[in-house]
C-alpha cells in the first residue's frame, strides 16, 4: 500500500475508534438523512424549520445563543455514551449496521481530507491576482447579500440545504432532473427542426 493509503487508513480507523460510544445515533442520523424511509425528507425538514422557528421566537443574541449551544454539545457528549449502553443493547448491533457505520466514517474522512485541501489551497499556495480578485468579488457579493437579507433566514436556507443534500444525492434527485431537463430540451429542438422542414 502506499503511504498515503495507510494514512488514510490509520485516520478512518481513528475515527471509529473516537466515534464508538456514538455509533447507534450516527447510523440512525445517516438513515434519516439520506432518507431511508420516504417520510424522513419531511421529518429533516420540520425538524430543521422548528429549530430555526424556535431561534427566531426566542430572538437570542449571538453570545447567548453560542454559550448555550456549547453547554448542550458538553452535556450531550458526557450523558448520550452512558445513555447510549443502557438504550441500545450491543446485541442488536449486527454486520450491516456495522457497514453502515464504516461507510459513514469512511465519508467523513473524505470530508476532513477535502477540508484539508482546501484548506492548504486558499491559506497555504501562493494565489495569483485574478484568483484574489474573484474571490474578492465574491465575498463582496456574500457581504452584500448578507446585508439585504435577514441572516437567521439566510442561515435556515443553508441549514436546510446542507440536512437535505445527501438525501437528494442519495435518491438521484439532481440525476433525474437533469435527464427530465434534458429530455425535454431535445424533445422541443426535434420540434423545433420539424417546423423548419
Given at each position: 500500500?502506499?503511504?498515503?493509503?495507510?494514512?488514510?487508513?490509520?485516520?478512518?480507523?481513528k475515527l471509529k475508534h473516537d466515534l464508538e460510544p456514538f455509533r447507534t445515533a450516527i447510523v440512525g442520523a445517516y438513515g434519516v438523512?439520506?432518507?431511508?424511509?420516504?417520510?424522513?425528507?419531511?421529518?429533516?425538514?420540520?425538524?430543521?424549520?422548528?429549530?430555526?422557528?424556535?431561534?427566531?421566537?426566542?430572538?437570542?443574541?449571538?453570545?447567548?445563543?453560542?454559550?448555550?449551544?456549547?453547554?448542550?454539545?458538553?452535556?450531550?457528549?458526557?450523558?448520550?455514551?452512558?445513555?447510549?449502553?443502557?438504550?441500545?443493547?450491543?446485541?442488536?448491533?449486527?454486520?450491516?449496521?456495522?457497514?453502515?457505520?464504516?461507510?459513514?466514517?469512511?465519508?467523513?474522512?473524505?470530508?476532513?481530507?477535502?477540508?484539508?485541501?482546501?484548506?492548504?489551497?486558499?491559506?497555504?499556495?501562493?494565489?495569483?491576482?485574478?484568483?484574489?480578485?474573484?474571490?474578492?468579488?465574491?465575498?463582496?457579493?456574500?457581504?452584500?447579500?448578507?446585508?439585504?437579507?435577514?441572516?437567521?433566514?439566510?442561515?435556515?436556507?443553508?441549514?436546510?440545504?446542507?440536512?437535505?443534500?445527501?438525501?437528494?444525492?442519495?435518491?438521484?434527485?439532481?440525476?433525474?432532473?437533469?435527464?427530465?431537463?434534458?429530455?425535454?430540451?431535445?424533445?422541443?429542438?426535434?420540434?423545433?427542426?420539424?417546423?423548419?422542414?
Open positions: 500500500m502506499k503511504n498515503s493509503q495507510v494514512d488514510q487508513k490509520r485516520a478512518l480507523n438523512l439520506t432518507w431511508e424511509k420516504q417520510y424522513y425528507a419531511g421529518v429533516v425538514f420540520c425538524s430543521v424549520s422548528f429549530m430555526y422557528l424556535l431561534l427566531w421566537y426566542m430572538d437570542l443574541s449571538l453570545i447567548t445563543l453560542l454559550s448555550l449551544l456549547a453547554l448542550m454539545t458538553i452535556v450531550l457528549d458526557f450523558i448520550f455514551p452512558t445513555l447510549s449502553r443502557i438504550v441500545f443493547r450491543n446485541d442488536h448491533w449486527d454486520g450491516e449496521l456495522e457497514a453502515k457505520f464504516e461507510e459513514v466514517c469512511g465519508q467523513v474522512c473524505n470530508i476532513k481530507e477535502n477540508l484539508g485541501m482546501w484548506y492548504y489551497y486558499f491559506f497555504k499556495e501562493r494565489k495569483s491576482t485574478v484568483f484574489v480578485i474573484i474571490i474578492s468579488l465574491g465575498l463582496l457579493l456574500l457581504a452584500w447579500i448578507g446585508a439585504i437579507i435577514n441572516n437567521l433566514l439566510l442561515m435556515y436556507l443553508a441549514t436546510v440545504m446542507v440536512a437535505m443534500w445527501p438525501g437528494l444525492q442519495d435518491k438521484d434527485v439532481f440525476k433525474s432532473i437533469t435527464e427530465k431537463a434534458s429530455k425535454i430540451i431535445v424533445e422541443k429542438i426535434q420540434c423545433g427542426k420539424k417546423k423548419l422542414q
